[in-house]
């Protein structure tokens, strides 16, 4: 299998587990049952689903007013395209997509 292919996959699946738990925890707020820590909703949108946290969070209608949630999360994923848009195109390593 392609490198490529498996960290766009991972990019996904990490995607859609942010916007899962942003209306899972949207849910448990409504019933007031046990909540997802917010440590734990940082910690995804860290290791790649910012934008799906930052799409669960506007669509479900969830941590809106937190200010750690309204500038982190977007904060999470200038940096991760910084990352990316280095690795990609000054980086000394070369990547090749075929």
Request: glycine letters at 10%; hydrophobic letters at 60%.
């Given at each position: ?12 699946i ?5 916007f ?33 946290c930052i ?10 007013r ?15 395209l910084?990352?990316l ?14």
């Amino acid at each position: 299998m392609n490198v490529i292919f498996i960290l766009i996959l991972y990019v996904i699946i990490v995607n859609i587990v942010g916007f899962a738990e942003m209306g899972a925890d949207k849910r448990r707020a409504r019933k007031g049952a046990y909540r997802i820590p917010e440590a734990n909703l940082f910690l995804t949108a860290v290791i790649g689903g910012s934008i799906g946290c930052i799409i669960g969070m506007y669509v479900f209608r969830h941590k809106t007013r937190h200010m750690s949630f309204v500038f982190g999360m977007p904060a999470i994923l200038i940096a991760q395209l910084a990352v990316l848009g280095y690795l990609l195109f000054a980086a000394p390593i070369r990547f090749t997509f075929m």
